[in-house]
T-cell receptor
Framework: SQQGEEDPQALSIQEGENATMNCSYK?????LQWYRQNSGRGLVHLIL?????REKHSGRLRVTLDTSKKSSSLLITASRAADTASYFC???????????????FGQGTILTVHP | DTGVSQNPRHKITKRGQNVTFRCDPI?????LYWYRQTLGQGPEFLTY????????KSRLLSDRFSAERPKGSFSTLEIQRTEQGDSAMYLC???????????FGQGTRLTVV
């Protein structure tokens, strides 16, 4: 089952603009990860944010996490055509004592950056 | 290159045939996961290994699916008597523990004709 809901489903912007993608989830989590996927390829890990963290940065990426609202956002600043891809959030559910570390994904946001 | 290797990258098979995919995880990762992704959807969990032990299986994993991880190293996923509905991307991931990043392979795209 899909836990996360990404919003928007599709986003089209011009190069140089910022892109913001949102993710909502349903259960208590240990951490949340963001991935990028180019068409027909595997997933590339972007950022992991733990449940006790509120914000994390990596280069042009900024991720926020609000556990009270069960939501996260991914901001890509100064976007480039090469950022065109699908972006997924994935949650590690806090299942009590045993956490197997399986990830639950949303349906993703398709980002298109026009040169 | 994430360090997780999957083979083959593409597989076309006739309905009713058996197929087997292989995943080589990052060597120090004792946790290995298989996921399935259909067009326009996010990946869905299939099964999980900790070392050689298969500790969790999804309801998506029908009796026609079997996975192994002998000696806790590489893993194989076999689908018997393939059906058109099995057409999907099969992704493998490994991680050190549930508090660190999961790294994915490039996937095996299965097409059943």
């Amino acid at each position: 089952s899909q836990q996360g809901e990404e919003d928007p489903q599709a986003l089209s912007i011009q190069e140089g603009e910022n892109a913001t993608m949102n993710c909502s989830y349903k259960t208590s989590i240990n951490n949340l990860q963001w991935y990028r996927q180019n068409s027909g390829r595997g997933l590339v890990h972007l950022i992991l944010i733990r449940s006790n963290e509120r914000e994390k940065h990596s280069g042009r990426l900024r991720v926020t996490l609000d556990t009270s609202k069960k939501s996260s956002s991914l901001l890509i600043t100064a976007s480039r055509a090469a950022d065109t891809a699908s972006y997924f959030c994935a949650t590690d559910e806090n299942a009590g004592g045993t956490s197997y570390g399986k990830l639950t994904f949303g349906q993703g946001t398709i980002l298109t950056v026009h040169p | 290159d994430t360090g997780v290797s999957q083979n083959p990258r593409h597989k076309i098979t006739k309905r009713g045939q058996n197929v087997t995919f292989r995943c080589d995880p990052i060597s120090e990762h004792n946790r290995l996961y298989w996921y399935r992704q259909t067009l326009g959807q996010g990946p869905e969990f299939l099964t999980y290994f900790q070392n050689e032990a298969q500790l969790e299986k999804s309801r998506l994993l029908s009796d026609r699916f079997s996975a192994e991880r002998p000696k806790g190293s590489f893993s194989t996923l076999e689908i018997q008597r393939t059906e058109q509905g099995d057409s999907a991307m099969y992704l493998c991931a490994s991680r050190l523990d549930s508090w660190t990043e999961a790294f994915f392979g490039q996937g095996t795209r299965l097409t059943v004709v």
